[in-house]
C-alpha cells in the first residue's frame, strides 16, 4: 500500500470513530422524546445515590435543613429529606435540582418533613 492510501484510511477510520461515540453520548432514553428525563425518588435515601443517579450535567443544589448550616462535604454520610422537583417530574438541562439532607442518624426536622408531603 502506498502511504498516503494508509494515512487516508486512517483517517477515516478516525472519523468514524468519532461518529460513532458522539452518536452514543447522545442517544435518547425511553421516554426522552422532549429532551426531559424523569426525576428519581430520593427521599429518606443517601445523598450518593443523587450523584449516581443524575447525569453529569444536572444543575444540582445541595444543603443542609437540620437548621445548623452545616457543608456537605462527604456525600456517603447525608440522606436526602427534601427534594425539588418532585419525583416524576421532568428535567431537562435548564432545571435546577434542589436537595435538602440531613446527616445519617439524624431525623428529618418535622417542618421539613411536612413540608415536602
Known amino acids: 500500500m502506498k502511504p498516503a492510501t494508509v494515512v487516508g ?3 477515516v ?3 468514524a470513530a ?3 461515540s458522539s452518536s452514543v453520548g447522545e442517544a435518547a432514553e425511553p421516554g426522552d422524546e422532549a429532551g426531559t428525563r424523569p426525576m428519581p425518588d430520593f427521599l429518606g435515601r443517601g445523598l450518593w445515590r443523587v450523584f449516581t443517579h443524575l447525569d453529569r450535567r444536572t444543575r444540582l443544589d ?3 435543613v437540620s437548621g445548623r448550616d452545616r457543608r456537605v462535604l ?10 425539588y422537583p418532585a419525583a ?4 431537562d438541562r435548564r ?3 434542589m436537595i435538602g439532607v440531613v ?15
Open 9 to 11: 484510511v486512517g483517517a
Open 13 to 15: 477510520l478516525a472519523l
Open 18 to 20: 468519532v461518529a460513532a
Open 62 to 64: 445541595v444543603h443542609d
Open 74 to 83: 462527604w456525600p456517603p454520610r447525608w440522606q436526602v429529606c427534601t427534594q
Open 88 to 91: 416524576g417530574t421532568g428535567l
Open 95 to 97: 432545571t435546577t435540582v
Open 103 to 117: 446527616r445519617k442518624g439524624e431525623t428529618c426536622p418535622p417542618r421539613v418533613r411536612d413540608a415536602r408531603r
